[in-house]
């Protein structure tokens, strides 16, 4: 079908929109906007809202959009497909409902043929999205893109070409093509479907009786495939033709999976261990407003920081995220859900698990099933109730539908031992011996004695049976108790703290059943606020989240501009992909102090040489190394010389402007290095255009060396159709709106992201 894109010319407004509400509230103007759109990110945020640091204090709303648009051949057939409503969607043509879709997450299509008329028609769509709905920033909206298909009356069906590559290697590649066919005549028709892969074409006779919608599965072989991996991810361009009726383009990559608890798992033949992070949707400043040059960007930075694979938690993620993954080399968990038949929040996905769980999983197969980087399916994350004999058959029912769908991806569950078991906890800790309460009080030792024991393992065992990895969150003691009790399963790290990496490596590199570690998270992202927050002191209580101001969950390898953290170099080091070491500063002005961030934090430590006011005073240096010895310097002095422990150093000198140096000794001998420089107070604004409506904004000096204490005052102006999507920075509890035109550098940074054509200038006040 021909796929015209349906994102320009909306009418936006907050409520309902029907005739009750404005006669109640009054009518209110509609705002122009244009698709993809967040409304929750152009709000004022509130610290009384409903939905608290869960969204950032980002109130939710019900809104609904609005569009006219022409219609001028009835005999043909036309559905809109969304890419992604939040949440609890309902579609109206000419004022009758043609659909409702109540996950936010997952794409639907809509067949709007029977309701269109000659001439002007209006399409609306209500958004109610519940409060709360979700632990994280949500959005609101119709976040994702829309499409119009429009095609005669036998066609191939929406998103109905599904290529599988059931065997590859250098020689040749066996292939399956399955084409949906739509005939909405009432009368047969006999055609041809053609294939096209490259120089290679095949070409059948095909008949559709009067009514009949079918899927023909042809097999389709490619001599000498370029196959996709990570490293060259090789896209190949399907082109199907239902003569004279209608035609498809598939992208799609030729590669190979296998799994077993001895070789672990393989990409076309070879063992891979997953560096991986978790991501949440959002763009910081532009919400979950869907941006491509910014996903591909994010990707991008992924790719070079390490990692090999990302989770799309806790929902499944956009066609182009998956895109980016197919393009880049990016391996991919998709994840069904955060909830099943157990509300964590109020109107979480439990609300409608039992009546939805099916068509969302089926939507889920569909956007993944010709993306070469998908390569596991997560049946739920941190489900409480996978401990339950009874419960914990709604996984088994979940994963046959997958396995039916699409048998060539493996299956996972991503479950908190802890969390899974927690009205059991004080039995368990009985049985295995553990004092109860030391582990109330937080002993760390207690628990993870606990969380090792066979009493934990076993009421797991079912729900890990019917998967083909068991994904274990924050549950580094069960590796390699469970490998040595259950010899024949696979295990994955799917959620683990930062800082735990370099124990979970090394049992990474030593259990070949444990095939890669999932980090939370990979990118800073909107809401669960402060989760990753550094505090001083020692910490009083479980205090997770952080109080108004703080918006994003402070934690991540990547800040949620894209900037990358010293948390992501050490685990660059850890992984074996970096032979320098690097250089990290903590905040001089609470030197002495205890440092206590959250298990999702990291060291508040900087990389940054400039501490005005410090000169003379102590101060602390972080050298990242995988060196058994380290040597800093100041200024070409000698500060001293320390061993590393777990891939860190630490050292206390005086700080004074100037150089600062580390060095790596290996066998005694100077090896690698890095260095710092402390930047001058004249400074200017260094912009970087990204493209795709991406500049990078920089203070730096007139040596190019960046100066984080240094804060410009800047302006954002624009004519033309030029519009600026978010403007801001990393600073995780700023009050300042990501549609001001006016803000402050934070560490010297800022970044704004613009839609259009047009004009912008960025001005130093």
Known sequence: MKRESFNSGWLFCPGSGTALERTINGAQTPIPVTLPHDAMICQERDPQTATGNASGYYPAQTVHYTKEFTWDDLSGFAYLEFEGIYQNAAVYINGCLAAQHQNGYTAFTVDISPF?????????????????????????????????????????????????VTKADEEAAALLIHTTL???????????????????????PVTLLAGETKTVTLRFTLDHPRIWNVDEPYLYDCETVLEGLDA??????????????????????????????????????????????????????????????????????SRTVLDACDELGMLVMLELCDAWTTPKVDFDYSTHFLSCWKQDASAMVDLAFNHPSVVFYSIGNEICEVSDPREAQYGRQICDHIRALDPTRYLTNCVNPVLSLMDRIPELAVKAGADINSILNGNAEELARLMASREIGEPLEEAFSYLDIAGYNYATFRYEADGAQYPHRIMLGAECYPGALYENWKLCEKLPQLIGDFGWAAWDYLG?????????????????????????AGCGDFDLIGDRRPVSYWRQIVWGLRKEPYLAVQDPAHYGEKQSPTRWGWSDAQRSWNHRNYDGKPIVVEVYSDADEVELLVNGHSVGKEKTERCKALFTTVYEPGELTAINLRNGQAAERDSLLTASEEVHLEQTDCGGGIIELSVKDENGILNPEAVLTLMAETNGECTVLGFGTANPKSEENYFDKTIQTWHGRALIVTRGDGELKIEVQ
């Not at 499409?147 to 069906?157: N, P, Q, T």
């Not at 009368?187 to 070409?203: A, F, K, P, V, Y």
């Open 248 to 317: 498809e383009h598939t992208r799609f990559g030729v590669r190979t999976l296998s799994l077993d608890a001895r070789r672990g798992l393989r990409l076309n033949g070879k063992s891979i261990k997953l560096r991986g992070g978790c991501i949440h949707q959002d763009h910081g400043l532009i919400g979950t407003t869907e941006h491509q040059a910014l996903t591909f960007r994010r990707i991008r930075k992924l790719k070079e920081a390490g990692y090999n694979a990302v989770r799309c938690a806790h929902f499944p993620t």
């Open 182 to 204: 739509v005939n909405r005549e009432q009368r047969q028709q006999t055609t041809r479907l053609r294939h096209r892969i490259g120089d290679t074409e095949m070409s059948v």
């Open 528 to 552: 669960e606020a402060g989760v990753g927050q550094h505090r001083y002191g020692e910490a009083l209580g479980y205090d997770l989240y952080g109080a108004y101001p703080w918006r994003s």
């Open 116 to 164: 269109l008329k000659e001439g002007k028609n209006t399409v609306k769509v209500l958004v109610r999205n519940g409060i709360p709905s979700s632990r994280w920033y949500t959005g609101t909206g119709i976040y994702r893109d829309v499409w119009l298909l429009r095609g005669g009356s036998v066609h191939i069906a929406p998103n109905g070409v599904k290529i599988t």
